[in-house]
Nanobody, 121 residues
């Protein structure tokens, strides 16, 4: 069992930065791939990126070069550093844990509650 809690969302102007954190509990946290997803109003949940248990990272094309995922296994925490934010990045952001670690949300077993990110133009 893994319990996830996100934090760090908020309101920021276009071009600004935010860092989201996802704190996990459970002794097996390091065995999981950690994914970040987002969902804007009226849209489907979208893959943002993921970091595997071994540290390999994949991003969706729309955030490459702007977002950075990292994980600190000693703290059971995963981060999403978001730079050069755009209004189209506005969404509720979720972290998730899964053994497979793909870009598909249904391969993740545990989800956080989500944190709102709003980017104003």
């Amino acid at each position: 069992q893994v319990h996830l809690v996100e934090s760090g969302g908020g309101l920021v102007q276009a071009g600004g930065s935010l860092r989201l954190s996802c704190a996990g509990s459970g002794r097996t946290f390091t065995a999981y791939a950690m994914g970040w997803f987002r969902q804007a109003p009226g849209k489907e949940r979208e893959f943002v990126g993921r970091v595997s248990w071994s540290g390999s990272i994949v991003y969706t094309d729309s955030v490459k070069g702007r977002f950075t995922i990292s994980r600190d296994n000693a703290k059971n925490t995963v981060y999403l550093q978001m730079n050069s934010l755009k209004p189209e990045d506005t969404a509720v952001y979720y972290c998730a844990a899964g053994l497979l670690g793909s870009s598909s949300w249904n391969n993740y077993n545990y989800w956080g509650q989500g944190t709102q990110v709003t980017v104003s133009s």
